[in-house]
Nanobody, 123 residues
């Protein structure tokens, strides 16, 4: 059974940092593009960041320069380091996996999803 399990969310003050982790199990995700998405109440799920199987990194304009994405293939784990957080970053954050080398901003292009981790940034 394939599973993606996020952890590391929580409540943080504006300007603070959090690191989300996504641990994959059930298959080897080293040949997958891994992405992070977020969804705030009443809004559509939006792309945050992605890392390809060769290490290419992509970010949405809203998080570029503040968030970084990394992966440890041997641990089947991907991380999202979030710095300089603002209340606008408050959302449920989801990890996703997409087979193949091409990254995508579209949630519909990802094959596997985690259950989500809540991030709340207070002002």
């Amino acid at each position: 059974q394939v599973q993606l399990v996020e952890s590391g969310g929580g409540l943080v003050q504006a300007g603070g940092s959090l690191r989300l982790s996504c641990k994959a199990s059930g298959r080897d995700f080293s040949d997958h593009t891994m992405g992070w998405f977020r969804q705030a109440p009443g809004q559509e799920r939006e792309f945050v960041a992605a890392i390809t199987r060769t290490g290419g990194r992509y970010f949405s304009d809203s998080v570029k320069g503040r968030f970084t994405i990394s992966r440890v293939k041997a641990e089947n784990t991907v991380y999202l380091q979030m710095n300089s957080l603002s209340p606008e970053d408050t959302a449920e954050y989801y990890c996703a996996g997409r087979y193949g080398g091409n990254w995508s901003e579209g949630p519909e292009d990802y094959d596997y999803w985690g259950q989500g981790s809540q991030v709340t940034v207070s002002s």
